[in-house]
């Protein structure tokens, strides 16, 4: 059975630091996904990972992916304040079109 | 382009009762998924539905149900009702066999 685990999953940051979601799963997925949430709103895709070594980056995020390793990043550098939400990864069950998702990391971006 | 439409966006039942959720993808996707987001839970992936058919389904009894119509919206329904239902209800939609899932903006189901 796929699992999907985050960390942290809080974290609360100054603006202008940088920092790393980290995003483990237990089984073999080739296909890696990071989703952003704000409160009380739907989930807005940011990156679709889908080979062993894939990074794309949008902005202040960067997303990483190592499928030997079993993990995918999200680096954020220097973060600004509507940056704020909770990221969720998700990692695919091949050929079953089934999302597994993390439980989220609440990111709070302080000025 | 139209993204997801779920409807309705709160809907409030007691135990017991049955639910009716709808959703209509975005134009051209024949795809449907239907997740839950319950506190402490997470996103739980429901069913999927593809051309009609459930293709997949989660780990959930069989009172969810559902139905994706030719002109490919889909309908969950929740019967007997119980409090632990109370959840975010998710629909994404894609095109066959390809990602990422869109997602709607969820129908926040109560029961009292």
């Known amino acids: 059975e796929l699992k999907v685990e985050q960390n942290p999953l809080f974290l609360s940051m100054q603006e202008g630091k940088n920092y790393t979601i980290y995003c483990n799963y237990s089984?073999?997925?080739?296909?890696l996904y990071w989703y952003r949430q704000d409160p009380g709103k739907s989930l807005e895709s940011l990156f679709v990972?889908?080979?062993?070594?894939a990074v794309k980056q949008e902005g202040r995020l960067m997303a990483s992916l190592d499928t030997k390793a079993r993990l995918s990043t999200l680096h954020i550098t220097a973060a600004v304040h509507d940056l704020s939400a909770t990221y969720f990864c998700?990692?695919?069950?091949?050929?079953?079109?089934?999302?597994?998702f993390g439980q989220g990391t609440r990111l709070t971006i302080n000025p | 382009e139209a993204g997801v439409t779920q409807s309705p966006t709160h809907l409030i039942k007691t135990r017991g009762q049955q639910a009716t959720l709808r959703c209509s993808p975005i134009s051209g996707h024949t795809s449907v998924y239907w997740y839950q987001q319950a506190l402490g839970l997470g996103l739980q992936f429901l069913l999927w539905?593809?051309?009609?058919?459930?293709?997949n389904r989660g780990n959930f009894p069989p009172r969810f149900s559902g139905r994706q119509f030719p002109n490919y919206s889909s309908e969950l329904n929740v019967n007997a009702l119980e409090l632990e239902d109370s959840a975010l209800y998710l629909c994404?939609?894609?095109?066959?066999?390809?990602?990422?899932?869109?997602f709607g903006d969820g129908t926040r189901l109560s029961i009292l």
């Open positions: 990972l889908l080979s062993n070594g």
């Open positions: 539905y593809d051309e009609g058919e459930e293709r």
């Open positions: 998700a990692a695919e069950i091949q050929g079953a079109q089934k999302l597994v």
């Open positions: 994404a939609s894609s095109l066959m066999g390809s990602q990422p899932q869109h």
């Open positions: 089984t073999t997925s080739d296909r």
